[in-house]
Nanobody
Framework: QVRLVESGGGSVQAGGSLRLSCAVS????????LGWFRQAPGKEREGVATIHTRYSRTYYHDSVKGRFAISQDNAKNTLNLQMNVLKPEDTAMYYC????????????????????WGQGTQVTVSS
């Protein structure tokens, strides 16, 4: 059973930075897509960034390209999301997610494609 535990959320002013981490356990290296999603009040959950654990292929939502960076630390079994130049519209609950996949995806997959989820961590950006 895959288990995901997020940390690192908080409040920051616009233009600031935050780093989210997700501790991942219970999976076999090389066979998963790991991702970050976010959901603001009244909105659907949307994909922010994903990475394939074996091929390291990454995808980003257009709104975060050039500002966010997803990475994996295999030694620590951790998924990270470095968020820079944060904007008020980045305010949301951020979730870590995982799904099995023998091959890398060809696009940013939607939330419905992921089976395993963390409990979420809140990110609030003030103007």
């Amino acid at each position: 059973q895959v288990r995901l535990v997020e940390s690192g959320g908080g409040s920051v002013q616009a233009g600031g930075s935050l780093r989210l981490s997700c501790a991942v356990s219970g999976y076999t290296y090389g066979n998963y897509i790991l991702g970050w999603f976010r959901q603001a009040p009244g909105k659907e959950r949307e994909g922010v960034a994903t990475i394939h654990t074996r091929y390291s292929r990454t995808y980003y939502h257009d709104s975060v390209k050039g500002r966010f960076a997803i990475s994996q630390d295999n030694a620590k079994n951790t998924l990270n999301l470095q968020m820079n130049v944060l904007k008020p519209e980045d305010t949301a609950m951020y979730y870590c997610a995982a799904r099995t996949s023998q091959v890398p995806p060809v696009r940013l997959l939607p939330a419905s494609e992921f089976k395993y989820w963390g409990q979420g961590t809140q990110v609030t950006v003030s103007s």
